[in-house]
């Protein structure tokens, strides 16, 4: 053992030399030896004696964030943090919202035709004149809020860019397809009558009925289309008809017919500058109806700002953003007249959607306490006078808005959210409108004390209507009483707008929905938005209901604004990717 003992210690001390030869090591407080320099040892070896495809776990140092900021808290300084890992963290976020809309817009002005018409008819001295003088359908002027109030259907598409930082930029359309609602005097009688043939039996068993297959022949026809077809037809020589002699089976005779069949209609008040008590009207007595159709659709974008302030759980934020809108409105007025003078009575009662003569017909002419004698006093190659108004408005829009956005935190995982903006748009608008053979043809001139509705043509010595040219219209043509004006106006409108959405994770709660990649990170919403534009002109009440065509005298315009609005529900889905 003595003898090893030495040999023992010089194996020791020569190994330890030789391991501090070693290359590629670094010493205490020395610096590592690149790979590949000389006496670096073996190729490939990275710093600190790692291989180079060696990267750091995490790439990013959990000890930096991806954004910081400081946000005021009701007077206090508080910092929110956004860590890489979070997946807000991401440097943007991109959405997608896709919404069906439903709204609601204005009603436009409420009496149609001249406001100023008197409802009374009064003499060239201004003094009353007995209702006799004139029928009772004066005194009943159309009204656009017997119109249904207009509700539209559409889409909006909104693209959206969310940054970490807390800003957003949001680009969005819409649009609200056409639609429009109507009321007919016509439409509106027949809804408080039953069927006419059932009516008829009933009539003539004394409210027995049972009218047996014999009856059912008579329903491919209708008193309508027997008084149009063949009564009043053009060429038809009316005053030459004995209408008493032509019978019609169980509808009875041709005065029977036009007992049921003309309305006791609504009058379309109108100004005549060359009556001196000017205010007169239009009757219609086969129909009348008025139409009113709208169509928005608009585009724009916004930049929503990080949040400025935070108070009560509410998060606000600054928005900025633009917009261009198009408003389409329209009035559309439709009469058509028998050309056909006889007595009607004038209480006003007399149109109460009852029957009240028990004959198993609902404001007929003779309940009316009318009828009887029926004359033509339309001089005209055809007998009816149909008429129509049409007037358009279109205003594009365009301008600045400024505004406030508030997220209202969650509530059993349902976020609200809502928006307030205003803006300044320049509206510019164009107003059209046409019509023809829109003209009195009541006896109502000043020096006409004998009821005539004629006048004497200077030239022929014909007698001719004393407002209208012939008013002919059967070949589709117009006649010498059309009319056209346009008008184009740039103003400002001002613009608000309210808005409120409910985000609601409801796909995730759906068996089958729930398993759709689409629908991962979507959600579902339902929201309202309440939209204001002042100063939109409006279609009906822009119109000047004035007319004499023989004295050159037409409708035309006088553009008239009102607010136009928009009350809106919205359905869809937002998609985050």
């Known amino acids: ?105 204005r009603r436009t002005s409420d009496q149609v035709g001249d406001p100023n018409a008197p409802t009374l008819a009064t003499d060239e001295m201004g003094q009353f004149v007995s209702p006799q003088v004139i029928t009772y359908r004066m005194f009943f002027p159309p009204l656009m809020s017997q119109i249904p109030q207009v509700t539209t259907d559409g889409l909006k598409v909104t693209a959206s860019i969310d940054s970490r930082e807390g800003w957003t930029a949001s680009f969005f359309g819409f649009w609200n397809g056409e639609k429009s609602e109507q009321f007919s005097a016509r439409e509106d009688r027949e809804r408080f009558r039953g069927d006419e043939v059932d009516s008829l039996v009933l009539g003539l068993t004394g409210g027995i009925g049972n009218p047996g297959p014999v009856f059912n022949n008579h329903r491919d026809t209708s008193d309508l289309e027997i008084a149009l077809g063949l009564l009043l037809m053009d060429g038809t020589s009316f005053d030459a008809l004995d209408l008493d002699a032509l019978d019609f089976a169980i509808r009875g005779n041709a005065t ?66 633009g917009r261009y809108m198009q408003v389409n409105e329209g009035f559309f007025f439709r009469g058509i007249d028998s ?146 004006d346009a008008r184009n106006t740039t103003h400002v409108s001002p613009l608000f707008e309210q808005s409120f959405t409910a985000r609601i994770p409801l796909f995730g709660h759906v068996p089958v929905l729930r398993d759709m990649p689409v629908l991962e990170n979507a959600t579902f919403q339902a929201g309202y938005t309440f939209l204001w534009i002042g100063e939109v002109a409006e279609p009906q009440s822009s119109i000047v209901w004035q007319s004499n065509p023989r004295a050159g005298i037409f409708p035309t315009l006088n553009v008239r604004r009102d607010s136009f609005y928009q009350h809106t529900f919205r359905l869809g889905i937002d998609c985050t990717y």
Do not use: C
Not at 6 to 19: Q, R, Y
Not at 62 to 83: I, R
Not at 283 to 292: C, E, H, T, V
């Open 339 to 484: 050309g056909l003078v006889y007595s009607i009575s004038d209480d006003p009662q007399a149109v109460d959607r009852v029957d009240n003569d028990g004959d198993f017909f609902v404001d007929d002419i003779e309940e009316a306490g009318g009828g009887g004698d029926y004359e033509s006093f339309n001089l005209s190659n055809e007998l009816l006078i149909r008429a129509f108004v049409n007037s358009l408005v279109q205003s594009d829009l365009a301008g600045p808005e400024l505004g406030v956005s508030y997220d209202l935190g969650k509530r059993a995982g349902i976020s609200l959210v809502g928006s307030t903006r205003v803006g300044a748009m320049i509206n510019r608008e164009r107003v059209r409108l046409a019509g023809d053979n829109i003209g009195s043809f009541a006896a109502t001139q000043d020096n006409d004390s004998d009821g005539d509705e004629f006048a004497i043509d200077p030239v022929t010595g014909n007698q001719i209507l004393r407002a209208l040219f012939d008013t002919s219209t059967s070949n589709g043509q117009l006649t010498q009483n059309a009319f056209t």
């Open 1 to 105: 053992m003595k003898t090893m003992l030495p040999l023992l210690l010089a194996m020791t001390m020569s190994a330890s030399a030789a391991a501090q030869g070693l290359g590629g090591v670094p010493s205490a407080g020395s610096p590592a030896v690149s790979a590949g320099a000389p006496g670096s040892g073996a190729a490939g070896v990275s710093y600190f004696g790692m291989p180079s495809s060696f990267q750091p776990h995490p790439y990013l140092s959990p000890y930096e964030y991806a954004s910081q900021q400081h946000v005021n808290q009701q007077g206090l300084w508080f910092q929110d943090t956004v860590s890489h890992f979070e997946p807000r963290g991401r440097p943007y976020r991109y959405r997608v919202q896709v919404e069906w809309l439903s709204s609601r817009t």
């Open 256 to 321: 029977d017919i036009f007992d049921r069949t003309l309305l006791s209609p609504l009058s379309l008040p109108l100004d005549d500058p060359t009556l001196l008590g000017r205010g007169t009207y239009q009757r219609f007595d086969i129909d009348f109806s008025i139409r009113q159709s709208v169509q928005t659709w608009a585009a724009g974008g916004q930049l929503e700002t990080a949040p400025i302030e935070e108070r009560h759980g509410i998060t606000f934020r600054g928005l900025i953003g």
